[in-house]
T-cell receptor, first 113, second 111 residues
Framework: DAGITQSPRYKITETGRQVTLMCHQT?????MFWYRQDLGHGLRLIYY???????DKGEVPDGYVVSRSKTENFPLTLESATRSQTSVYFC????????????FGPGTRLTVT | RKEVEQDPGPFNVPEGATVAFNCTYS??????FFWYRQDCRKEPKLLMS???SGNEDGRFTAQLNRASQYISLLIRDSKLSDSATYLC????????????FGSGTRLQVQP
C-alpha cells in the first residue's frame, strides 16, 4: 500500500525558475491539500482540492498554482520561485470533508537560491 | 491571538514520567480536534482524534474542554521513542480552511 507519495524529495532551484512538486495518492481520497512548513509558522495551507477539477485557495496561495485533473494527483507549481518559498512542502489527503483527519506524504524540501 | 496556540517547550522528562500538553483554540464553533506527532524532518502523523467525552489509546489520553476551549494530551510512562513534536490540530469553521495546525510542543524523553 503506497499511500501518499511526493516527488522530488529534495529540490534546489534558482530564483525565477518554475518548479513543480508532485503528489500522488493511492487511496482514492476525495480531498487533497498542500501545506508549507517553516520554522515559527507551523503548517500553513496553500491550496486544497475537494475533487478532480475543484480547487480552492488556502491561507498562503500567492505565487503557487495547482491543478487536479485526476483524483490521485495534485501537483503544486511555483510559477517563478522566490527565496521566500524555500520551505518544506507537505501534501496530504483526506477521505471525507475538510474537517476530518488528514494523512501526509513524506514532504519535499525545496531550496530556492 | 493565534487560532491554535501551544507551548513550544521543549519538555524534557525522564523515561517513565507522565507529561501533559495543553492547547487552546480561538473559535468556539470548532468541531474536530486531533493530536498529530511529528518526528524531526518527517511528515506529521495522526496520533489520535479527540472526542468530547475524552478518549484513551494505550498510554495516551486526550481530553477536550469546550467551555474553556482547550484540548490536552497526557502521556503516561514516557518512552524514549515518544520524543517528538506534538501538533494540536483543530478545524476552524467554515470548512473552507480545512484544518489549522498549532506550531507544536517539543517533547524530549531522556534516559
Amino acid at each position: 500500500d503506497a499511500g501518499i507519495t511526493q516527488s522530488p524529495r529534495y529540490k534546489i532551484t534558482e530564483t525565477g525558475r518554475q518548479v513543480t512538486l508532485m503528489c500522488h495518492q493511492t487511496w482514492s481520497h476525495s480531498y487533497m491539500f498542500w501545506y508549507r512548513q517553516d520554522l515559527g509558522h507551523g503548517l500553513r495551507l496553500i491550496y486544497y482540492s475537494a475533487a478532480a477539477d475543484i480547487t480552492d485557495k488556502g491561507e498562503v496561495p500567492d505565487g503557487y498554482v495547482v491543478s487536479r485533473s485526476k483524483t490521485e494527483n495534485f501537483p503544486l507549481t511555483l510559477e517563478s520561485a522566490t527565496r521566500s518559498q524555500t520551505s518544506v512542502y507537505f501534501c496530504a489527503s483526506s477521505e471525507l470533508a475538510e474537517g476530518y483527519e488528514q494523512y501526509f506524504g513524506p514532504g519535499t524540501r525545496l531550496t530556492v537560491t | 491571538r493565534k487560532e491554535v496556540e501551544q507551548d513550544p517547550g521543549p519538555f524534557n522528562v525522564p523515561e517513565g514520567a507522565t507529561v501533559a500538553f495543553n492547547c487552546t483554540y480561538s473559535n468556539s464553533a470548532s468541531q474536530s480536534f486531533f493530536w498529530y506527532r511529528q518526528d524531526c524532518r518527517k511528515e506529521p502523523k495522526l496520533l489520535m482524534s479527540v472526542y468530547s467525552s475524552g478518549n484513551e489509546d494505550g498510554r495516551f489520553t486526550a481530553q477536550l474542554n469546550r467551555a474553556s476551549q482547550y484540548i490536552s494530551l497526557l502521556i503516561r510512562d514516557s518512552k524514549l521513542s515518544d520524543s517528538a513534536t506534538y501538533l494540536c490540530v483543530v478545524n476552524i469553521p467554515p470548512g473552507r480552511r480545512a484544518l489549522t495546525f498549532g506550531s507544536g510542543t517539543r517533547l524530549q524523553v531522556q534516559p
